[in-house]
């Protein structure tokens, strides 16, 4: 069970996410509705579900290993070489997070039903910019507006419980979000052990540094599948974590390819800076604890990218740059070839959006895969300009705090800190919250300057 669905909805997440990996489902929901509410049945079901195969005519090579992750992608530039003075590598290094910040909060009170989702009729996309418009802010030019006439008109509206410290009449720092959270961690991580840690330190980390109202989706399922494993072995690096580790990960958790895990890399790829292999790397390192095949490659994309961003300024080799890092025959880089392919056909903002939309709308609003796709989209159509890119990141619907902090973390460490416009940086008043110990609050270039420490420190 998670903290927020009970067992028949986990079930019925497995269907899907089952069928999703090539697996002949048919007949499995009227199982799971035969088997009543009764736990025993509904389990039998689980079972049979995590028992199949998938089918022999499924195309993709999906593998979770970093090996055999390695062996299935494209060639690439593993490392790139850039020969900036240090005051040019701190200004992309406080870009970087600048960027993650602004997006994240441009996208914050959007992460609501009515704009993941869609809602009367309506595409996300369209619930926001009937937002904007009924503020008066259309097109998107500054931060989310905090009220409204489409909230009367069509009923939709932003997630004020949660977000109202990033509404533009507001925002006067980055307020605490998951999506800063886990950047921080990824950054402490790289202070305390460098490049030795594995999947069972992540797990260490985020019990010593984590409440469980902290994580959502398959971090939550993950977090109690870890409880469980360290109740009954024991030892700093356990010689027998790898026996559980699938378990860890899969155990209940039909979460496992979904966004988690992608937003969770920005740290380790700081650290990474010019090297997306070692990103890429750290980022499958995180990313294994609690996702699998997809969920693990969007990380791993992601990460790459950013690291590719510290020195290569064409957003559509960035682009490539990540699809290096991950298998080229999985579901993954065929919805980023084919979103990458939308956004060079397609000029207009609104029209893209929604093309990317219907395209990719059969996923769950977080999972990996559409998310992913989005944020490619916003790159290429972005062509490197800072506001375009988080804002086509942020209208696209979905996940809409996470694919603009990640579209904001690589056009910020694209253009440096200097190059980034004064309307999305002042407001923040260089101050995040993350309810991290030490980083609440904390100076986001104090943040940049810890970030750009570690990378040099990695270097040696």
């Not at 997070?97 to 009367?120: I, N, T, V, Y």
């Not at 599948?225 to 356990?238: E, K, L, M």
């Not at 407001?427 to 570690?454: K, M, Q």
């Amino acid at each position: 069970m998670t903290k927020w669905i009970g067992l028949r909805d986990i079930v019925r997440e497995e269907i899907k996410q089952r069928g999703e990996e090539g697996c002949d489902v048919a007949g499995f929901t009227e199982r799971l509705e035969a088997a009543g509410m009764d736990e025993a049945p509904i389990m039998e079901v689980y079972r049979a579900l995590m028992a199949l195969e998938p089918s022999t005519d499924f195309k993709y090579i999906e593998p979770s290993d970093l090996e055999a992750i390695r062996a299935e992608r494209p060639e690439g530039p593993r490392v790139m070489d850039k020969n900036w003075v240090d005051a040019e590598w701190q200004n992309k290094f406080y870009g970087a997070w600048l960027g993650r910040a602004a997006g994240c909060a441009l996208g914050k009170p959007l992460e609501a039903p009515s704009f993941m989702q869609g809602s009367g009729g309506r595409p996300g996309w369209h619930n926001i910019k009937l937002w904007f418009e009924g503020a008066g802010q259309w097109p998107i030019r500054h931060y989310t507006p905090g009220e409204s006439t489409a909230e009367a008109q069509y009923g939709i509206e932003i997630a004020r419980w949660s977000s109202l410290a990033s509404c533009r009449e507001n925002i006067r720092f980055m307020e605490t979000d998951d999506d800063i959270r886990y950047t921080v961690l990824g950054l402490l991580m790289l202070e305390e052990r460098g490049l030795d840690f594995n999947s069972w330190d992540v797990g260490k980390l985020w019990h010593r540094r984590l409440s469980f109202g902290q994580v959502f989706t398959a971090e939550a399922q993950t977090y109690l599948n870890f409880a469980r494993v360290t109740s009954h072995i024991s030892g700093d690096q356990p010689d027998d974590w790898e026996k559980h580790i699938h378990w860890g990960r899969s155990y209940l958790n039909p979460f496992r390819e979904w966004i988690g895990a992608q937003i969770r890399v920005d740290g380790y790829a700081y650290g990474a800076a010019g090297q997306p292999q070692l990103a890429a790397e750290l980022a499958w390192r995180d990313a294994s604890f609690s996702h699998v095949k997809n969920g693990i490659y969007g990380a791993m994309f992601c990460s790459a990218m950013i690291a590719a961003a510290f020195v290569e300024s064409d957003v559509k080799r960035i682009v490539e740059i990540g699809l290096s890092e991950i298998p080229q025959h999985s579901r993954l880089a065929e919805d980023i070839a084919l979103a990458v392919q939308i956004a060079e056909d397609t000029p207009d903002q609104l029209e893209l959006v929604e093309k990317i939309w219907e395209a990719f709308k059969h996923y769950n609003c977080v999972h990996t895969n559409n998310n992913a796709a989005l944020c490619a989209a916003a790159l290429i159509h972005s062509g490197g300009d800072f506001e375009k890119g988080i804002t086509t990141a942020v209208l696209g619907g979905w996940d809409t705090d996470c694919n603009g902090a990640t579209v904001g973390s690589i056009l910020g460490a694209s253009l440096g800190a200097a190059a980034l416009p004064e309307t999305w940086i002042t407001p923040l008043n260089d101050t995040l919250y993350a309810e991290v110990s030490g980083f609440h609050p904390i100076a986001i270039s104090e943040c940049a300057r810890r970030s750009y420490n570690v990378f040099r420190k990695l270097q040696q």
